[in-house]
């Protein structure tokens, strides 16, 4: 990941405005420790922090066209830069770069370029000839992006709001999909995928055609000229991921490098269900495994400062970004600059465990379309931000743009929850790598039950949480949080601490109004909650708020569980939104 920050329009074109933009720039430096580059054209400024992954030596950016008249910065990874590159033969590359494809296709192709790139990316693009300029995030928003405008009429753009949260009067989120153009004085949709409507798709299943498209979208993941390695949880996404990867590393160009064992990571309290999990998968695998261990107090220790880097006071999203944020400082330590990680395979087939509740495909259906349209707010801001936050790109195979089509296009009649015929929850992607012949994974972890990262890396973490916020928010306080706090109210002293911290550091409206609320059980989304009464009156983002399904949930109404009984028993066993997934997916 990169860090990128473009301002269009200044009023103040002195030295001191280069100066403050080159110190706002700074603030991203977290995410490009490599290099840091800036262009100024008239009154418009391209600033870039850089993390060099693909052609370290010579890709530095701000990228150029060939006379130096277009400008653009950007963030991410575009995996097809090579195909491109052939549609491209009049036009001279000065690097090896993947992003520099971007400035090319727009001489080419005008505004209408951004749909043929496949992969992650956010960007800001100026074209010199007539002061014009673009801006556009991926279809998904794997990639962060905002956007603001400063009092004296600037346009803003940067990876990170902490860069322009200051200097504008208002900002918001960037829409994943869209692209903005000065021309058209306006944003507009670019990705329209056919799910997108929600329509009821009925393609049969067709396992092989999902195991082929998956194993696609990891190898093309592989791209890398830096030291790589793979998020393992133990749970079945983090470990297709590593399955996949291992088995076609070799035929990689990264394998030369850095040769043909993969590294793996995990972390989690001492004894946790991840630890155990992934140690398991790693040693059938043959990775060369790096278990990470933190405790509760190092967890709370670091909240203040994964608050700081991820820019939400979303109660899942803290709970699963902090132990992720520890362990992509242990693993930059370790020389490793690009992880693969395991997100959104549960929006896309409906393996949280509330999914279990769906009255029928349709409402099955859309609540995964309405989940993958969330995943910027959620996960694939906790992924992004909790590694960049230590110069660790990581890249997610799941929401490859192919693959998404393919799987969301299946009759969810198959996707459905149905224990009577040996369906547990993503059903139909477990079965799609269930090969007797050549497994990719054992049995029993193709077919764990899910857990959410938060909750894999031990119980006592949430519980650890939920303890250390009732000694810092009274009674009182949570009595009056809709006087303090009169939009997106918190409602749990939880989310009370995680909403004071975070207004320390963000206390502008504007601010507060990027991050989603709504009631959620197990990482629903407020509609699903429809799903069973009794989830009203659990709202809590755990796995094991799912009543019913969830092997260790939390108590009922009856009393029949005994929530705090299950967190110390994970303890005592030696002791990684909405959830987040798990280090790299928790199944």
């Not at 082929?212 to 791209?223: G, H, I, P, T, Y």
């Not at 133990?234 to 490098?257: F, I, K, M, N, P």
Request: proline share 4%; hydrophobic share 35%; net charge negative.
């Amino acid at each position: 990941m990169c860090g990128i920050l473009a301002v269009f329009g200044c009023l103040d074109t002195s030295q001191a405005k280069r100066s403050r933009i080159i110190e706002l720039s700074r603030r991203l430096r977290h995410r490009g420790p490599d290099w840091s580059g800036l262009h100024c054209f008239e009154d418009c400024y391209l600033a870039h922090q850089r993390l060099a992954i693909v052609d370290p030596t010579s890709g530095d950016q701000p990228l150029y066209n060939e006379d130096k008249t277009i400008i653009v910065t950007v963030n991410g990874e575009i995996y097809n830069h090579k195909q491109l590159r052939e549609k491209l033969k009049s036009h001279q590359f000065r690097t090896g770069s993947d992003c520099e494809v971007i400035a090319h296709l727009y001489e080419e192709y005008g505004e209408e370029f951004v749909d043929m790139l496949d992969g992650m990316f956010s960007f800001v693009l100026l074209d010199t000839r007539d002061k014009s300029f673009i801006a556009s995030r991926d279809g998904i928003g794997i990639t962060p992006l905002y956007m603001g405008w400063g009092p004296d009429g600037s346009v803003w753009f940067a990876s990170e709001m902490k860069a322009l949260s200051d200097d504008c009067e208002r900002f918001i989120t960037f829409p994943p999909g869209h692209i903005y153009s000065s021309k058209q004085g306006g944003l507009g949709r670019w990705y329209n995928p056919p799910w997108f409507s929600e329509k009821l798709p009925s393609t049969p299943y067709d396992p092989k055609v999902l195991r082929e498209a998956f194993e696609r979208s990891v190898v093309k993941r592989l791209m890398t000229d830096v030291p790589f390695g793979v998020l393992l949880s133990g749970g079945l996404d983090s470990s297709l991921v590593a399955a996949v990867a291992s088995r076609h590393l070799e035929e990689t160009e990264g394998a030369y490098q850095w040769g043909s064992q993969l590294h793996s990571f995990c972390i989690g309290l001492r004894g946790c269900p991840d630890l155990r999990a992934a140690r398991e998968v790693a040693d059938y695998l043959g990775t060369r495994h790096h278990e990470l261990c933190f405790t509760v107090q190092e967890g709370l220790d670091a909240l203040e400062e994964v608050i700081y880097h991820i820019e939400t006071y979303d109660v899942t999203t803290i709970r699963a970004s902090t132990p992720m944020f520890l362990m992509s400082r242990k693993i930059k330590a370790l020389g490793v600059k690009m992880v693969l990680s395991g997100e959104g395979s549960d929006e896309i087939f409906g393996g949280y465990l509330y999914f279990h509740k769906a009255p029928d495909k349709k409402e099955f259906h859309e609540e995964t379309c309405r989940k993958i349209k969330a995943l910027h707010q959620y996960d694939c801001l906790r992924a992004n931000k909790a590694t960049s936050a230590w110069g660790v790109e990581a890249r997610v195979p799941f929401l490859d743009k192919d693959f998404i089509n393919i799987a969301m296009s299946i009759d969810p009649e198959w996707k459905m929850i149905k224990r009577d015929q040996g369906r547990i929850e993503k059903w139909v992607l477990r079965n799609a790598f269930d090969d007797d012949k050549k497994p990719y994974l054992p049995k029993h972890i193709l077919y764990r039950q899910k857990e959410q990262f938060s909750d894999g890396v031990g119980y006592s973490w949430i519980d650890g949480l939920k303890d250390h916020a009732r000694k810092h928010v009274t009674d009182s306080m949570l009595a009056n949080a809709s006087f303090v706090y009169p939009e997106n109210t918190p409602i749990t002293k939880e989310g009370y601490y995680y909403r004071a911290i975070f207004e320390k550091f963000f206390p502008k409206n504007a601010a507060r109004q990027t991050v989603p609320g709504g009631p959620s059980v197990a990482c629903s989304t407020a509609k699903a909650v429809e799903w069973d009464a009794s989830w009203s009156k659990n709202l809590d983002p755990s796995g094991r708020a799912a009543l019913g399904v969830h092997e260790a949930s939390y108590e009922e109404a009856d009393g029949s569980k005994n929530a705090n009984s299950v967190g110390d028993s994970c303890q005592t066993l030696g002791g990684q939104d909405e959830v987040m997934k798990n280090i790299t997916s928790v199944v």
